[in-house]
């Protein structure tokens, strides 16, 4: 249009003209030109200010009580396998009746293990030596229910344990086996229980609107709204965990999905700090007109590994790189790196390591169950085998031992102090 209109106008000053023919040939044979150079000016101004989000993100942290840990730095020699030995191989019984597809939580009561399973709502009990005892049965048969069983280290005591639905929160009784409902005034999400008398809720919203969706709420054992002001925490995929640092009584760490921070709640002063913000580097790139991918490994998954060694605590974040699980990073209590574990692997630990399991005895408990697929690999295949053999040799021969793990098996691990407490390691 804008060539047309030049064309079409002839000015009678020589001046003028000669004016409007360069600018005429100019805007004619030169517009792609213009159209680059468009380009790289609005570039240029999409970076300086991707630049100065993350400069106000890490000048506003407090030096006193955070850190910034540059994960850049080339990956230590030390593998996980370094840190962690296997204490005790337990083969379940696999019958039509105990069978258990999938592993989504496994909790130690101090007599059983209780092991569920969040796409089949099943929740099934074993022995410590892994006989199959009863099962407690498909808990919420509502569509998408999603029932998992949770950690309740203080109310364990009372034989009381709290699984979790999109749309309600349940208590078994282990004793009489009975369960029976409570639902909050919102969809529960995530569930937590920091005490007898606090509990942390991230849900999807509800009738209250003023809560807002994708929040953290904390609540007292009536389920009465104490405080719902967490920042960050505006994503439909929060974890939470009490007692990192050994400050159950005192507060608790959370992050959500593809965020490189991690904050810290004050649960007597309802304060949120920021603790840890992750340098792993970011790289932009173009997809389309309006959309942006950031080549950037962020916390997928943060939990308390050890949460029986008060001198060994170890912080565990599942990472992601472009929305693919990577693998795990481990942190000591004072954000010391640890270890970078599985990322040339594409996350293959992550199902060999699940985030909840806990036991009495040792580091956390480990559930490996025959024919399900994790990244393309089945258990049987010959690649996983090798890399078994590489990386965890303990764990290869168990599952020769095992025929191809055809029965599904719990590992109990513990800490391997000699080697995590080293003078090497600087602490």
């Avoid at 540059?70 to 020699?77: H, S």
């Avoid at 498909?138 to 229910?145: H, S, V």
């Avoid at 807002?212 to 929060?238: H, Q």
């Avoid at 001198?311 to 481990?330: A, M, P, V």
Wanted: aromatic letters at 16%; hydrophobic letters at 35%.
């Amino acid at each position: 249009m804008a060539i047309d209109l030049l064309k079409g106008f002839r000015p009678y000053c020589p001046l003028l003209l000669k004016i409007h023919t360069f600018f005429y040939h100019f805007m004619l044979y030169h517009y792609s030109f213009l159209l680059l150079l468009w380009l790289i000016a609005f570039m240029g101004l999409s970076c300086m200010t991707d630049t100065a989000r993350e400069h106000q993100i890490h000048t506003h942290l407090d030096a006193s009580q955070t850190q910034l840990i540059d994960m850049r730095a080339p990956l230590r020699d030390q593998r996980l396998a370094d840190y962690l030995k296997i204490k005790k191989i337990i083969p379940l019984e696999n019958s039509e009746q105990s069978v258990i597809q999938n592993v989504s939580n496994v909790y130690d009561t101090g007599h059983e293990f209780i092991i569920s399973h969040h796409q089949s709502a099943t929740t099934k009990i074993f022995s410590h030596q892994g006989a199959y005892l009863y099962d407690i049965g498909r808990i919420g048969k509502g569509p998408g229910e999603y029932i998992v069983l949770l950690d309740t280290d203080y109310l364990s005591n009372e034989k009381l344990f709290f699984f979790y639905g999109r749309t309600k929160l349940i208590i078994y009784d282990l004793v009489k086996q009975t369960y029976w409902d409570h639902i909050p005034p919102f969809s529960a999400y995530y569930f937590e229980a920091f005490d007898a008398n606090t509990y942390a809720f991230h849900f999807l919203g509800g009738p209250d609107e003023s809560l807002g969706p994708y929040n953290v709420v904390i609540t007292d054992k009536e389920f009465v709204v104490k405080n719902k002001t967490l920042p960050g925490a505006r994503t439909k995929s929060l974890y939470v965990d009490s007692g990192y640092l050994g400050e159950a009584e005192e507060g608790f760490v959370f992050s959500h999905s593809y965020s490189d921070t991690v904050y810290y709640y004050d649960l007597q002063h309802e304060q949120t700090s920021i603790r840890y913000v992750f340098d792993f580097g970011t790289k932009r790139r173009q997809i389309s007109r309006n959309h942006k991918e950031y080549n950037k490994i962020r916390i997928k998954e943060g939990f308390l590994k050890n949460p029986y060694y008060e001198d060994e605590q170890i912080f565990s974040f599942r990472c992601t790189d472009k929305g693919r699980l990577r693998g795990n990073i481990w942190l000591r209590k004072s954000g010391q790196l640890l270890s970078e574990e599985s990322f040339e692997h594409g996350g293959i630990l992550l199902h060999l390591f699940p985030p909840r399991g806990r036991t009495r005895e040792g580091l956390y408990i480990s559930a490996i169950v025959p024919g399900w697929y994790y990244t393309g690999l089945k258990y049987e295949d010959p690649g996983f085998m090798a890399f078994l053999q590489a990386d965890f040799p303990q764990l290869y021969e168990v599952s020769k031992e095992l025929n191809g793990m055809e029965n599904p098996i719990l590992l109990i691990y513990e800490l391997n102090t000699e080697t995590a407490s080293s003078p090497s390691d600087g602490e």
